[in-house]
T-cell receptor
Framework: DGGITQSPKYLFRKEGQNVTLSCEQN?????MYWYRQDPGQGLRLIYY???????QKGDIAEGYSVSREKKESFPLTVTSAQKNPTAFYLC???????????????FGPGTRLTVL | SQQGEEDPQALSIQEGENATMNCSYK?????LQWYRQNSGRGLVHLIL?????REKHSGRLRVTLDTSKKSSSLLITASRAADTASYFC?????????????FGRGTQLTVWP
């Protein structure tokens, strides 16, 4: 089946620990995105990547890091510098990241991170 | 903020009724998209309307776009309990070479059986 997967679904970590969230897609999409969702605030963009070995900061990148070593994978690390990391994290992908394109995004099921 | 704003924040209706959600935005756009999210799940793309289109249909969904007012509406006809979800609008800005989307905060729709 084609799609985008995230793991794990639920993640618990102690304060001060780094944690990495996995995102994999087999849709052959060039662009991938990480969003954070908090209650009542909609989706906020953390990082996005247009192509392998390239990524850009979104609106709330502080305290997060990413890598894009393979087209299929875009892992997100939540570092200890992120002051309020408890949230629902969503990964998405799209065919291309160009102006005018029908840039429908396909979302993974999300990872709920709770920092204790 | 470049985010769209949905209105109302919450909507509660009976099965069989129509549900209308609105979205306002601030920039010039290439297209506007609507997504649905069931509780605790990822978003699912519903429909895309381009800036040169005024209305689009998909099954029980009808989307309108008024670029002069920078607003869009999503109408779900003959709603079902299974339509209960959050609905988000997202805009793709004109002239952006990045193609990113800007999401609103969503409308929580509850359909009672």
């Amino acid at each position: 089946d084609g799609g985008i997967t995230q793991s794990p679904k639920y993640l618990f970590r102690k304060e001060g620990q780094n944690v990495t969230l996995s995102c994999e897609q087999n849709l052959n999409h060039d662009a991938m995105y990480w969003y954070r969702q908090d209650p009542g605030q909609g989706l906020r963009l953390i990082y996005y990547s247009q192509i392998v070995n390239d990524f850009q900061k979104g609106d709330i990148a502080e305290g997060y890091s990413v890598s894009r070593e393979k087209k299929e994978s875009f892992p997100l690390t939540v570092t200890s510098a992120q002051k309020n990391p408890t949230a629902f994290y969503l990964c998405a992908s799209s065919m291309e990241l160009t102006s005018g394109a029908n840039n429908e995004q396909f979302f993974g099921p999300g990872t709920r991170l709770t920092v204790l | 903020s470049q985010q769209g704003e949905e209105d109302p924040q919450a909507l509660s209706i009976q099965e069989g009724e129509n549900a209308t959600m609105n979205c306002s935005y601030k920039t010039s756009i290439n297209n506007l998209q609507w997504y649905r999210q069931n509780s605790g799940r990822g978003l699912v793309h519903l429909i895309l309307i381009r800036s040169n289109e005024r209305e689009k249909h998909s099954g029980r969904l009808r989307v309108t776009l008024d670029t002069s007012k920078k607003s869009s509406s999503l109408l779900i006809t003959a709603s079902r309990a299974a339509d209960t979800a959050s609905y988000f609008c997202a805009t793709a800005d004109r002239g952006s070479t990045l193609g990113r989307l800007y999401f609103g905060r969503g409308t929580q729709l509850t359909v009672w059986p």
